[in-house]
């Protein structure tokens, strides 16, 4: 019986029991799946995070490696240009002058001489660049022009200009050097005829003029500074101990003969206003455009210096200086210089020969193509001329310079105003002999009808004289004095045989003291 009750409560209980299990199962499975939710939101919370933190520091990295190669490319920019203007050099001469004359027609007067820019530079290892523009007697040039409608199209014009103002591409070249002693350079380069050329700063030399046979005759077959285009070699090379030869040679355009022209407005009392025109064909640089001959020309010049201040050159020029349009005909021209050096006293010089072949057939030549040397027309009250002619030609000229320096300081001088700034002022004593010989240069010329009528021609002979005190606080600066005798011919002008005296008809000689201001920096 007791068996029976016993298992009829187990009956009983049984079923609440397992409700009982069952509940808390349910429970635990619950807890557990809410427990598995919060894991996989926090993983994935975390797996966020990481993607966020991995892409800032992506991107932080990228930034850096781009400021890290701009800095790297700025820097190598800015050292490459850094060191390009590092080793460009900018400057400048210059120069000015007080001068008094003789000569009834020429005033005492300031004259500013020339400004030079100069850029010289190295623009790698084996290139290097060179610009000098000079401005002469320059201070302003102003073009004004309008097109305007008025019963048809007009054009008006203005310029304005200083007298005698000059704006002058001096050099301007590139140079490849090949090796050590030898280099090639094209573009505008001065030509090596004679030490002066190449050598013709202003504030290098101690007088304030420069010589007859560069400049102001010239001998050479063009004025210096007489830069030409074209292309050629430079050679250094030792010889012995302390030698050194210097070689240069250029093919380039050449001097040839050029039109200058000269316009004249002019009223006169009790006759008409008249309008002329003067065409000068007269040598001049070559054109730095397309060439008006068919001919290139060659210059070359040795020079041999046994040692530091001494130097002996020879040097050579020849080429054709006629246009096509004239026959054929060259200018040869060879100089010797030199320069010698004993303690303070100085001797250095330099002489120039110039042959201009044919200039009869050249002057017939341009007879043929001018017609006539002078046309006159008169209509109404106006009276217009025309007139043409060759200047500045002679069979051949010949000249030289020689100066003889002496520097010195006196010591009393280095406790005055002159002196105690400076750490070597320096005073130089010059004497400068200068001649010049014309053979058959040509005195007047007219033609008409295409033939010669008139072709007159004279030898001359043109002296100068100059003595000079020069004052150098610095090798750079030049305080000039001098004093300066020119004479030519007994009854001949000075005016025919310079190009920088004005003179009457026969004003032979002339007296002239210059004060001169030359600097470089």
Same mark, same amino acid.
């Given at each position: 019986m007791?068996?029976?009750?016993?298992?009829?409560s187990?009956?009983?209980?049984?079923?609440?029991?397992?409700?009982?299990?069952?509940?808390?199962?349910a429970?635990?499975?619950?807890?557990?799946?809410?427990?598995?939710?919060?894991?996989?939101k926090?993983?994935?919370?975390?797996?966020?995070?990481?993607?966020?933190?991995a892409e800032?520091?992506?991107?932080?990295?990228?930034?850096?490696?781009?400021k890290?190669?701009?800095?790297?490319?700025?820097?190598?920019?800015?050292s490459?240009?850094?060191?390009?203007?590092?080793?460009?050099?900018v400057?400048?001469?210059?120069?000015?002058?007080?001068?008094?004359?003789?000569l009834?027609?020429?005033?005492?007067?300031?004259?500013?001489r020339?400004?030079?820019?100069?850029?010289?530079?190295?623009?790698?290892?084996?290139?290097?660049?060179?610009?000098?523009?000079?401005?002469?007697?320059? @201070?302003?040039?102003?073009? &004004?022009?309008? +097109?305007?409608? $008025? #019963? /048809?199209?007009?054009?008006q014009?203005?310029?304005e200009?200083?007298?005698?103002?000059?704006?002058?591409?001096?050099?301007a070249?590139?140079?490849?050097?090949?090796?050590?002693?030898?280099?090639?350079?094209?573009?505008?380069?001065?030509?090596?005829?004679?030490?002066?050329?190449?050598?013709?700063?202003?504030?290098?030399?101690?007088?304030?003029?420069?010589s007859?046979?560069?400049?102001?005759?010239p001998?050479?077959?063009?004025?210096?500074?007489?830069?030409?285009?074209?292309?050629g070699?430079?050679?250094?090379?030792?010889?012995?101990?302390?030698?050194?030869?210097?070689?240069?040679?250029y093919?380039?355009?050449?001097?040839?003969?050029?039109?200058?022209?000269?316009?004249?407005s002019?009223?006169?009392?009790?006759?008409t @206003?008249?309008?002329?025109? &003067?065409?000068? +064909?007269?040598? $001049? #640089? /070559?054109?730095?455009?397309?060439?008006?001959?068919?001919?290139?020309?060659?210059?070359?010049?040795?020079?041999?210096s046994?040692?530091?201040?001494?130097?002996?050159?020879?040097?050579?020029y020849?080429?054709?200086?006629?246009?096509?349009?004239?026959?054929?005909?060259?200018?040869?021209?060879?100089a010797?210089?030199?320069k010698?050096?004993?303690?303070?006293?100085?001797?250095?010089?330099?002489?120039?020969?110039?042959?201009?072949?044919?200039?009869?057939?050249?002057?017939?030549g341009?007879?043929?193509?001018?017609?006539?040397?002078?046309?006159?027309?008169?209509?109404?009250?106006?009276?217009?001329?025309?007139?043409?002619?060759?200047?500045?030609?002679?069979?051949?000229?010949?000249?030289?310079?020689?100066?003889?320096?002496y520097?010195?300081?006196?010591?009393?001088?280095?406790k005055?105003?002159?002196?105690?700034?400076?750490a070597?002022p320096?005073?130089?004593?010059?004497?400068?002999?200068?001649?010049?010989?014309?053979?058959?240069?040509?005195?007047?010329?007219?033609?008409?009808?295409?033939?010669?009528t008139?072709?007159?021609?004279?030898?001359?002979?043109?002296?100068?004289?100059?003595?000079?005190?020069?004052?150098?606080?610095?090798p750079?600066?030049?305080?000039?004095?001098?004093?300066e005798?020119?004479?030519?011919?007994?009854?001949?002008?000075?005016?025919?045989?310079?190009?920088?005296?004005?003179s009457k008809?026969?004003?032979?000689?002339?007296?002239?003291?210059?004060?001169?201001?030359?600097?470089g920096?």
């Amino acid at each position: 019986m007791k068996t029976v009750i016993v298992i009829l409560s187990s009956l009983l209980i049984l079923p609440g029991v397992c409700s009982a299990q069952e509940t808390d199962l349910a429970a635990e499975v619950r807890e557990l799946r809410a427990k598995l939710e919060r894991l996989e939101k926090k993983m994935a919370d975390e797996e966020s995070q990481k993607m966020k933190r991995a892409e800032v520091e992506r991107a932080a990295i990228t930034e850096q490696v781009k400021k890290d190669v701009m800095t790297d490319v700025t820097a190598r920019g800015q050292s490459y240009f850094g060191k390009l203007i590092e080793q460009t050099k900018v400057g400048a001469y210059g120069s000015m002058r007080y001068g008094t004359s003789s000569l009834d027609e020429l005033h005492n007067s300031f004259t500013f001489r020339r400004f030079v820019l100069t850029v010289d530079s190295n623009i790698t290892d084996r290139l290097k660049g060179n610009l000098e523009l000079e401005f002469e007697r320059f @201070t302003e040039l102003e073009v &004004e022009k309008r +097109l305007f409608a $008025s #019963r /048809g199209v007009g054009l008006q014009q203005a310029i304005e200009a200083t007298d005698h103002s000059e704006i002058s591409l001096e050099q301007a070249w590139m140079q490849y050097d090949i090796a050590d002693w030898l280099k090639f350079r094209a573009g505008a380069v001065l030509v090596p005829l004679g030490r002066f050329n190449i050598n013709h700063d202003d504030n290098r030399w101690d007088l304030p003029r420069r010589s007859l046979i560069d400049r102001g005759v010239p001998v050479l077959p063009t004025t210096a500074a007489w830069p030409e285009l074209g292309a050629g070699f430079l050679v250094d090379f030792s010889v012995g101990n302390s030698g050194k030869i210097n070689y240069q040679f250029y093919v380039v355009n050449g001097v040839t003969l050029d039109a200058e022209l000269e316009q004249i407005s002019q009223t006169r009392a009790g006759d008409t @206003t008249k309008f002329a025109q &003067e065409v000068e +064909l007269r040598p $001049s #640089r /070559g054109t730095f455009a397309d060439d008006v001959k068919s001919g290139k020309a060659l210059a070359t010049r040795w020079a041999y210096s046994p040692w530091l201040g001494d130097e002996l050159g020879l040097s050579f020029y020849w080429g054709r200086y006629t246009p096509d349009f004239l026959p054929n005909r060259s200018v040869l021209s060879f100089a010797v210089d030199g320069k010698k050096t004993w303690g303070n006293f100085e001797i250095e010089g330099q002489y120039v020969h110039t042959r201009w072949s044919g200039v009869r057939d050249v002057a017939l030549g341009f007879a043929r193509k001018a017609i006539t040397s002078e046309s006159e027309a008169e209509i109404g009250d106006v009276e217009t001329e025309v007139e043409f002619e060759l200047a500045n030609l002679a069979t051949s000229k010949q000249g030289y310079w020689v100066d003889f320096r002496y520097r010195f300081w006196p010591e009393f001088l280095g406790k005055t105003i002159l002196g105690k700034h400076f750490a070597n002022p320096q005073l130089i004593a010059t004497l400068r002999l200068e001649q010049v010989w014309f053979n058959q240069l040509i005195k007047e010329m007219t033609f008409s009808s295409t033939s010669l009528t008139q072709f007159d021609r004279e030898n001359r002979l043109l002296n100068r004289m100059t003595l000079g005190l020069t004052y150098r606080p610095i090798p750079l600066v030049a305080l000039q004095l001098a004093y300066e005798y020119t004479r030519t011919n007994q009854g001949k002008s000075l005016s025919s045989v310079t190009n920088f005296l004005t003179s009457k008809d026969r004003e032979y000689f002339q007296h002239a003291v210059l004060m001169g201001l030359a600097f470089g920096f």
